[in-house]
């Protein structure tokens, strides 16, 4: 054996291996694979030696909660008031919902007057925050559509009077099979039951085969502009979308002032649809088809067919500097809605294809 | 505990199981990324994004394809690769190069070694520092045993002839 055929072995050897006797022997009496060797052991022994050095600062400290990933707001203006054509509406975002294994949406108008009710409800391991007016009838409700221990968990909340301290809730909910899909008639079927509800007590809420609802609330003299996150710097693999503009050169092409949606992991996608424009997903990893795109703390700058668009939204997006855009000209959400087209947005989840791009969930397609 | 141990309550989202994890891992993933990425921050927040991604999706670790400490890495490795994937290509240069002028030691092996290329600083890292075995590196990075051997010896070898090129170096030596 020659040095050439011996050198691959000095690595080997180097790091503990079994090499071929004949190798062996030529690195024991060989000088310049004997210089290789000590070279190898001494870079090696370097790197530990700076490493060392390195790992010496403690990482900082975390806290660690079950399902943090999984907060689930679903803030959405008057419940109550889903007729025609809003419950079309309800009827899609619902539909989505429940498909997504994870999501978020949050529907809220920021509102200058009246007393509110922040309620905290916690089902299982999610958690979820409902503000109720008592004096604005168009924002004294709320749902939630998520899974919940294995099924699909569907409740909506409503504030029917307040006296003094208290308030009277009307509280409607559905469990279904983890892979049913929950419709708006499916929750507004059921029975509304009533409990009067006290500010700074805490309420249980019986569920079948669930554990029960837990209900906490305070006062507000306020409905927050916007929920679930009140830290100005987005976290790891947060994608918010707070209020969504779009532009198209200076030409507004969809408003959706008090709507929202907070991914929160790299597998999800912001999802919003303007009427007669079709689905965008936002996703901080490459969709398939996407368009790579700029980010500038509150906005997105892309170009579409020559084009420039630019998304702005009411508070920084992302860590990251730049976010992928898929445009889908074709949904139709007539074939979910029944008919009635309205803006939305909400979390879907994306999948890694072979190829390393990703794509929107089928349901969201 | 044992790897298997240690993961069933990982995967029951124990949260004092998954601390101690942390604890022991989270400064060595972060000096490992020093190295992967650009940046003191870059590293921080790449190695949180480890940690949360392995608390956020438990199902992810096969005890049977190999230690909890390969698969760690391995989504280090992952994190690092999407982090520079997030990066505008015409930057990726500078910033690699400012990877090697961020590290806060002056060894000469050091400077050498991050003027490597990413993929071999990456191998020469948890071999050396990590001790990762070869069958360990072939899980992180999901190539087989032979090839982590010869991809060891390229990284060695790129590693001595950039040792050797510089005259300070082999004075040093």
């Known amino acids: ?365 | 505990m044992d790897d298997a141990g240690m993961w069933k309550r990982i995967s029951d989202q124990d949260a004092e199981a998954f601390e101690a994890f942390y604890r022991e891992y989270a400064s060595r993933v972060r000096a490992f990324l020093r190295h992967s990425v650009a940046g003191e921050r870059a590293a921080e927040d790449v190695m949180q994004n480890t940690f949360t991604e392995i608390w956020h999706r438990p199902p992810g670790f096969d005890t049977q394809r190999g230690t909890l400490r390969a698969y760690l890495f391995g989504i280090a490795r992952k994190q690092a690769a999407e982090w520079w994937r997030r990066q505008r290509p015409e930057e990726e240069l500078a910033l690699d190069d400012a990877a090697s002028r961020t590290t806060e030691t002056s060894s000469l092996v050091v400077d050498a070694f991050n003027r490597l290329g990413r993929e071999h600083r990456t191998l020469l890292w948890l071999r050396e520092v990590e001790g990762q075995s070869y069958k360990e590196l072939a899980t992180i990075l999901d190539i087989p045993v032979g090839t982590v051997r010869s991809r060891l010896f390229a990284a060695r070898e790129a590693l001595r002839a950039i040792w050797h090129e510089t005259p300070a170096m082999k004075g040093d030596r």
């Not at chain 1, 983890?178 to 509304?192: G, I, V």
């Not at chain 1, 987005?234 to 959706?256: A, H, N, Q, T, Y």
């Open chain 1, 1 to 365: 054996m020659n040095c050439g055929e011996a050198t691959e072995f000095v690595s080997a050897l180097c790091d503990g291996e079994r090499i071929p006797t004949v190798a062996a022997e030529h690195i024991g009496r060989c000088e310049s694979c004997g210089e290789r060797l000590r070279a190898y052991v001494a870079m090696g022994a370097e790197l530990r030696r700076i490493a060392s050095m390195e790992t010496g600062a403690a990482a900082p400290q975390r806290t660690w909660k079950r399902g943090q990933h999984r907060l689930v707001l679903w803030w959405q203006k008057g419940w109550e008031g889903m007729r025609i054509p809003r419950i079309a509406f309800a009827v899609l975002i619902a539909g989505i919902i429940v498909l997504a294994s994870t999501l978020a949406v949050v529907k809220v108008r920021a509102r200058d007057a009246g007393t509110v009710v922040l309620l905290t409800v916690a089902a299982g391991n999610e958690r979820s925050e409902c503000p109720l007016s008592t004096v604005d009838k168009g924002g004294d409700s709320c749902g939630f559509v998520g899974k919940v221990e294995q099924n699909t968990l569907g409740y909506g909340i409503e504030l029917l009077k307040r006296d003094g301290d208290k308030v009277q809730l009307g509280i409607r909910s559905v469990v279904l099979p983890a892979t049913a899909s929950l419709w708006s008639n499916d929750l507004t079927s059921e029975p509304q039951r009533q409990f009067w509800f006290q500010p700074g007590d805490t309420l249980k809420v019986d569920l079948p085969g669930l554990s029960p609802l837990i209900i906490k609330g305070n006062w507000l003299d306020h409905k927050p502009a916007f929920a679930g996150t009140h830290d100005m710097d987005p976290g790891p693999d947060e994608l918010r979308f707070i209020s969504p503009l779009l532009l198209r050169g200076k030409e507004v092409i969809g408003d959706m002032g008090g709507a929202s949606s907070i991914v929160d992991k790299r597998n999800l996608a912001a999802w919003i649809y303007y009427p007669k424009q079709g689905s965008y997903f936002i996703s901080l990893v490459p969709t398939k088809g996407g368009i790579k795109a700029r980010v500038q703390l509150n906005r997105i700058l892309f170009e579409e067919g020559g084009n420039p668009y630019v998304f702005i939204t009411g508070a920084p997006i992302t860590r990251s500097r730049y976010v992928w855009v898929l445009h889908q000209q074709g949904f139709d959400p007539d074939n979910l809605s029944g008919g009635d087209e309205h803006e939305f947005t909400t979390v879907t989840e994306i999948t890694e294809t072979p190829s390393g791009e990703w794509v929107p969930a089928p349901t969201a397609k």
